[in-house]
């Protein structure tokens, strides 16, 4: 039988490795996998490329994972936000990588990676510092910059609803990267807030197939990272 | 509406009225997109009787007005994070998705802050390119790029007086000639091919008041003695 | 207010031209959008370029417009069905024009002119007549060949259900082709076997946002082309 | 399993023991795309215990068997046309999509039919080349590319008696270098660096025949004597 539920988040994560890529979904704090990422941090594995639009806030999820030292790397669109401290901090000290990448073509590179598409051309970041150095070819007498498609070792998202065959369902903008992260990652890791019997989720209404997800942990009640931080929680 | 009272008001549009005068130009049916700032204040003044459809990248077509307190949800947002809510005709999709609409050109206008604007209607908003700035450039990128009218509202001139109409960008472009007309507290003010050409001036606000504070020579439209 | 519903197939394709590029949804009859193909052959627009993944069947529906004289070119991966003879006889005696794209490069040519890439790289077809003349690139040691992006001036396409704005869900595997092709096309026509108010559609379940869609009539009971076929039937 | 009774039965495996003896190799688990023909029949020989999932490129994961006589459904149909049923758990989605879980590498395993297949893995079966034939290639060029695990059944020799493994494919190529393993009624043939290596073979059926009639070296296995 299939079935890629998984007991717990320390059990969904225990694979990974000091140096994987991990895609992180989430737009701010909407989708943010918080007890996956806690779940990472309480495993360790160090110099990871983490791949999200943002950098977290405050002292909990992502700029937690962060601030313990396990990112050596990370690729956004946005890495500043009003309570994203801890970022700004080591980049500014040189203790961190940034590759900044436009939030659409962030997202097209990981589609395409996903979808088996190693470079495509966009017009996105033409004449502009994120050009440089990048490879520009005209189409139709417009230029274009040739970017490649992103994979990752390891994909954490959030889901609404899953199954045990890993399809999922997501909660309006918290949809955000998670179906195209899910694509784009040899291991897919979801943290669904119910799982719910094979065949209750229509077929029509599934966004992300299960083909695309390799395991499923139940987080009934997951965090608000927005409220931990108001609230000055940290982690660990 | 209100000024502080400690200086007298400076003449010219205040933030609300070049929203109001930005909204003007949105044709009932449009696909919007708005920057954060004052460009999301553009959906507060479409005039009665249009029906316009704002886009958010963050994954949803039909955002509706910011929700009752107490009854935001932290997984319905926008793009720049605040909480809002989705109008009947709304519809959920992913980023590839999200940006497929903006890069292939179905979002209609999009309205965005600038740090500065040149006369070839280059966009510098994303980065003063100071050494120890954090970059972050978000979808602005590729708003520009993708979508066929850029609107630009602004201030006039920066905090310091420095003018924001420029001849040529300093700060890291956004996009080269992708602004279409901006929306200043001192006019509204095209893009033509022989560079700023203006449009309409606020009350109380004549030509050359508008080319003292602007960066490089000013053209004056048709609608203008 | 935006009301995109239209009163008639014919009103719908009203404005299709001589020699326009017309992408017609549909894998087999599942998703054919029938009525509105019928209403291009009462229209009698000519010279057209027309994508759809096979030519049609018996004398209906694709098939018809194609025997009817109005198609200069066919863009598609299979123009060859059981029941498919027009296609064959007119194309052997030279008098139809024939793009062969390999049906997952169709698909992603065809969603990738709807996102505003011009050009992208797959694997697909490297190595076989289908990639001669076209330029080969090497990502990572494997060898990928370069395919354009596919727009198109108009798209006939059959959704389940649509509302006034132009959301659309659709049926089973009659999904198929419609969605990226109503990303592709400048004008955007459906036909939907029910139409329902404004909000009736959840935002969820949306599956090709109002977007992209221009048109939409409503036919409550679409033909199956499968019984005209077996009935002998021809259009017009 | 039945045959003719005017010409005594060949030696080796029937469709349906080929179709069998595939299935055998698909692990349970496995997302796999069966292509028209004597694949499709291996969905009906997966051992006790297995679950598989099928995928039909046509935009369906989680295709089940052909329907009750009367209950088609015109609009679920799979790759080759005919109709099918969803199994629960299934989801549907668009060709874009479903493309991309192949050209993606994320269906581990397709089955296909064959003309010629050369002992450098080289795969056709979607042209004869043949001036006056109708050039349609389907989704064969996609599955080839994408899917790391090919098999391949196949009658040993086309019915004019030629053999379908040979050195170099004459055919117009579907792809180069992509298939692993070959069912045919003779044999199973594993494809190594060395080329065509002879893995099993069909009872009544010794490895000098199976030789004589492949156009190239074959071979012996480890698992032969």
């Known amino acids: 039988m299939i079935d890629k539920r998984i007991g717990s988040p320390a059990a969904a994560v225990a694979d990974i490795f000091d140096g994987a890529t991990v895609l992180i979904g989430g737009f701010g704090e909407a989708g943010s996998p918080i007890e996956l990422i806690h779940a990472l941090i309480d495993q360790g594995a160090g110099n990871l490329t983490v791949v999200n639009n943002n950098t977290g806030s405050g002292h909990v999820g992502l700029a937690a994972l962060i601030e313990n030292g396990q990112v050596a790397k990370m690729i956004c669109s946005y890495p500043r936000t009003t309570n994203s401290k801890v970022f700004p901090e080591l980049y500014r000290s040189g203790k961190i990588e940034l590759e900044l990448v436009p939030q659409g073509t962030l997202a097209e590179r990981i589609r395409a990676g996903g979808a088996g598409i190693p470079a495509f051309y966009t017009a996105t970041s033409v004449g502009t510092p994120l050009a440089e150095g990048k490879e520009i070819r005209a189409f139709g007498g417009r230029e274009y910059v040739m970017e490649y498609g992103l994979r990752a070792d390891f994909a954490l998202i959030k889901a609404q609803c899953a199954d045990r065959h890993g399809n999922l369902t997501y909660n309006k903008t918290a949809r955000n990267f998670a179906p195209i992260m899910a694509m784009a990652a040899k291991t897919t890791i979801v943290q669904a807030s119910s799982i719910v019997e094979l065949g209750e989720i229509d077929p029509e209404v599934v966004v992300t197939p299960g083909i695309f997800v390799n395991r499923v942990v139940l987080v009934a009640n997951p965090a608000q990272e927005s409220r931990l931080v108001a609230e000055g929680r940290t982690y660990p | ?225």
Chains 1, 3 share one sequence.
């Open chain 2, 1 to 225: 509406m209100t000024m502080t009272a400690k200086k007298e008001k400076a003449p010219g549009w205040s933030r609300e009225e070049m929203a109001a005068r930005a909204a003007l130009d949105i044709p009932g049916g449009s696909y919007v997109n708005l920057g954060i700032g004052i460009p999301e204040m553009v959906a507060r003044y479409v005039p009665e009787g249009r029906e316009v459809i704002y886009h958010t990248e963050n994954g949803l077509l039909g955002m509706g007005p910011p929700p009752a307190p107490g009854c935001e949800d932290p997984e319905l947002i926008n793009a720049g994070k605040k909480a809002v809510t989705a109008i009947p005709g709304a519809s959920f999709f992913h980023h590839a998705d999200s940006f497929a609409m903006i890069r292939g050109e179905h979002i209609d206008i999009c309205v965005l802050g600038a740090m500065q604007v040149s006369e070839k209607g280059d966009l510098a908003n994303w980065s003063t390119g100071a050494p120890d700035a954090i970059p972050a450039v978000g979808g602005a990128m590729d708003l520009v790029a993708g979508v066929p009218t850029i609107y630009v509202i602004t201030q006039h001139c920066t905090a310091e007086g420095e003018p924001k109409l420029v001849e040529s960008c300093t700060y890291p472009l956004t996009g080269q000639g992708v602004v279409s007309r901006i929306y200043s507290d001192l006019a509204v003010i095209d893009l033509t091919p022989e560079g700023f050409e203006v449009a309409e001036l606020a009350p109380g606000v004549d030509f050359d008041y508008v080319q003292q504070r602007t960066g490089c020579k000013l053209r004056k439209g048709n609608g203008l003695d």
